[in-house]
């Protein structure tokens, strides 16, 4: 899954607006302002967590997400939602490595996962901040299986005429 700038900080928002800001804030204000073709106090004012005048809209959202390139908003998003987000693979460059590599990824997340809970269990208290580091980690466990299931499914090969075999990106039933 594409790692977001905000999800690898220690203190990122479990909220949506909260990881919006967020990024904006790492990326840039002005910067992204600039490139919005806003004021870069409009922008502010938009992205402000509890902003009442200015609020942001779906269209500032996914201007945001695309220009920072960071993700976690999103992310935020769908665990607001009990959702997990994947990264589609790009299957342009396919090769067994990449295969093994994401076999590797969906163990280290689920590693992930374990250690998390590990930690959590450690004192015999769940706090819920706990418990929404747990969640975030499933999920990014989840997108790394469906992430996997894709790429391998992409694998598929389907007769062409009787002498030859060429891959098919088949509709993989849920």
Request: a negative charge; one cysteine or more; proline letters at 4%.
């Given at each position: ?15 949506v ?18 490139l919005?073709?806003v ?6 004012n ?16 996914i201007?945001?997400?695309h ?39 969906v ?68």
């Open positions: 899954m594409n790692t977001s700038m905000a999800a690898t900080l220690p203190s990122a928002p479990a909220d607006f909260g990881a919006l800001h967020l990024s904006a804030k790492s990326f840039g204000i002005t910067k992204l302002a600039n919005m073709r004021s870069a106090g409009v922008l502010t938009k992205l402000a967590p509890g902003a009442h005048h200015h609020k942001t809209t779906l269209d500032d959202f201007q945001v997400l220009l920072t390139r960071d993700l976690s908003p999103l992310d935020a998003l769908c665990r607001q939602f009990d959702s997990a987000r994947y990264q589609l693979p790009r299957l342009d460059n396919v090769s067994d490595s990449a295969l093994l590599d994401l076999v590797n990824k163990h280290a997340e689920g590693g992930d996962v374990h250690s998390c809970m590990n930690e959590a269990l450690a004192d015999g208290i769940v706090t819920q901040d706990e418990f929404n580091e747990f969640n975030r980690e499933t999920m990014e466990w989840i997108a790394a299986i469906v992430e996997l299931r894709n790429r391998f499914g992409s694998l598929v090969v389907v007769p062409c005429d009787g002498n030859s075999l060429s891959h098919s990106t088949p509709a993989l039933a849920s």
